[in-house]
């Protein structure tokens, strides 16, 4: 029996009875660490990531490149956090899919878009499809890079939602510096998007900005139209 075994059966039945809410970040981290190391003491790795990437969060999202470099750690061991912070993303995305899912407001079609993001450390750009009576069609990934960026360029966002046959849609993407500001680009942009669109008669509803747990609504600004929800040109 390893001498950690006592530490772990403790920490364990603590999580059973209690959650994890009263856990300190190190202790959540160091329990994760439990299933990939069988034997060893977890706490001082623990402590490590959370020193050098600051948070618990933060490892999680974290390049599992960057994990890999902590001492002891291993490609393993980044892998397999990497693996946890994307199969919460999936489980979030998957969990919001179930069932007809109708976005009659701006502040829902945000809510259901921020699990998308979750995690993500570049720009990604999606297609939220909506048929005529605002139910979800599906939430497509254009790409990586911004939507004024040659690597998303309006031709697929046109493409797609032809393909899945939306009445509407909304753009959205992410930006990973933090602040869901629109830029000047992501306002002329949006406006050769809903143009583009327009032409094969498939309205723009908007465009939303993520930044973490945060979003900006583009039809909530003077970029729209408050009751045709069509942008001024």
Not at 51 to 61: E, N, P, Q, T, Y
Not at 64 to 91: C, M
Request: one cysteine or more; glycine letters at 6%.
């Amino acid at each position: 029996m390893s001498i950690h075994d006592g530490h772990r059966k403790r920490l364990t039945k603590r999580f059973l009875e209690e959650g994890l809410d009263n856990f300190e970040e190190h202790q959540v981290l160091e329990m994760l660490l439990f299933y990939v190391f069988r034997q060893k003491d977890t706490n001082p790795m623990a402590h490590s990531l959370i020193k050098r990437f600051g948070s618990f969060s933060a490892v999680m999202d974290a390049d599992p490149a960057e994990v890999e470099k902590i001492e002891g750690v291993g490609e393993k061991t980044a892998v397999f956090l990497n693996l946890i912070s994307q199969a919460w993303r999936y489980y979030q995305v998957n969990r919001a899919m179930q069932g007809d899912v109708i976005l009659s407001t701006v502040d829902k079609c945000g809510q259901y878009l921020l699990p998308y993001f979750s995690g993500r450390r570049n720009e990604t750009v999606f297609l939220l499809c909506l048929d005529a009576k605002c139910k979800v069609i599906c939430c497509k990934e254009i790409g990586e890079g911004s939507v004024n960026s040659a690597a998303v360029p309006i031709r697929r966002i046109v493409e797609a939602a032809m393909q899945t046959g939306a009445s509407s849609v909304i753009l959205a993407h992410n930006h990973p510096s933090g602040l869901a500001l629109p830029s000047g680009e992501d306002i002329s942009t949006t406006r050769r998007v809903a143009l583009a669109l327009d032409a094969v008669e498939i309205t723009l509803v908007d465009h939303i900005i993520v930044a973490d747990d945060d979003f900006v609504s583009l039809a909530q600004s003077d970029v729209y139209h408050p009751d045709e929800c069509r942008v001024l040109v």
